[in-house]
């Protein structure tokens, strides 16, 4: 995500609550290297990305409607 313009300050709590969760996916979805290296030099790759899947999945779950 590439951060376009200051968004105006006349929205909901909601509405924002949504933007800060979206971003937040965002950055969990961003791969890091490192943290991934580490991982496979640890033999927990797969779990790792099993358990961002569930992060991910209970993220979801916040979001106001």
């Not at 006349?10 to 969990?28: A, H, P, Y």
Request: charged share 30%; net charge negative.
């Amino acid at each position: 995500m590439i951060d376009q313009n200051a968004i105006e300050d006349t929205e909901s709590k909601q509405e924002k609550w949504n933007r800060g969760l979206d971003i937040f996916i965002e950055s969990v979805h961003k791969p890091d290297p490192s943290l991934r290296q580490c991982a496979h030099n640890q033999n927990c790759y797969h779990e790792l990305m099993d358990v961002r899947d569930e992060v991910l999945k209970h993220l979801k779950t916040l979001r106001w409607n």
